[in-house]
């Protein structure tokens, strides 16, 4: 028996877009956390890998964009702040959250794609994380 769901993205009036089955594709996703940023960008937490997903708007795979994150061994809420452009992510044994800033203005003010590593890894960013308790 599979314990996998796809998110399942629907247009306005509820036509089905696409379904995300998680990276690779069709690897039995647990998704338990989602939201969306700035540049349209999907995030969705899963709780098979305990990554932080990011696709586009179509359902595209981009990055990982957080692997394990410090002191966040089971992510499992996401909110994003459209002010601060932070990502404040929830764990669920530790009762921890940790804050991420990835967009800055600059990102958010323009319609392109911000630049992903070329191996799909995990985004690479010089802002630490704060650490709430």
């Given at each position: 028996m599979s314990w996998s769901s796809p998110v399942v993205v629907t247009e306005r009036g509820g036509r089905h877009r696409f379904s995300y089955t998680?990276?690779?594709p069709k690897s039995e996703l647990l998704p338990n956390?989602?939201?969306t940023d700035a540049l349209s960008h999907i995030l969705v937490c899963?709780?098979?890998t305990k990554t932080v997903q990011m696709i586009n708007k179509d359902g595209q795979f981009l990055s990982n964009l957080l692997i394990r994150p410090p002191g966040i061994f089971y992510p499992r809420r996401l909110s994003y702040d459209v002010?601060?452009?932070c990502l404040w992510i929830g764990s669920y044994h530790s009762n921890k959250i940790c804050v991420y800033r990835y967009i800055t203005r600059r990102d958010s003010q323009t319609v392109e794609e911000p630049a992903h590593r070329p191996d799909g890894d995990s985004f690479s960013s010089q802002t630490?994380?704060?650490e709430y308790r």
């Amino acid at each position: 028996m599979s314990w996998s769901s796809p998110v399942v993205v629907t247009e306005r009036g509820g036509r089905h877009r696409f379904s995300y089955t998680g990276h690779p594709p069709k690897s039995e996703l647990l998704p338990n956390g989602i939201c969306t940023d700035a540049l349209s960008h999907i995030l969705v937490c899963d709780r098979r890998t305990k990554t932080v997903q990011m696709i586009n708007k179509d359902g595209q795979f981009l990055s990982n964009l957080l692997i394990r994150p410090p002191g966040i061994f089971y992510p499992r809420r996401l909110s994003y702040d459209v002010n601060t452009h932070c990502l404040w992510i929830g764990s669920y044994h530790s009762n921890k959250i940790c804050v991420y800033r990835y967009i800055t203005r600059r990102d958010s003010q323009t319609v392109e794609e911000p630049a992903h590593r070329p191996d799909g890894d995990s985004f690479s960013s010089q802002t630490s994380a704060w650490e709430y308790r």
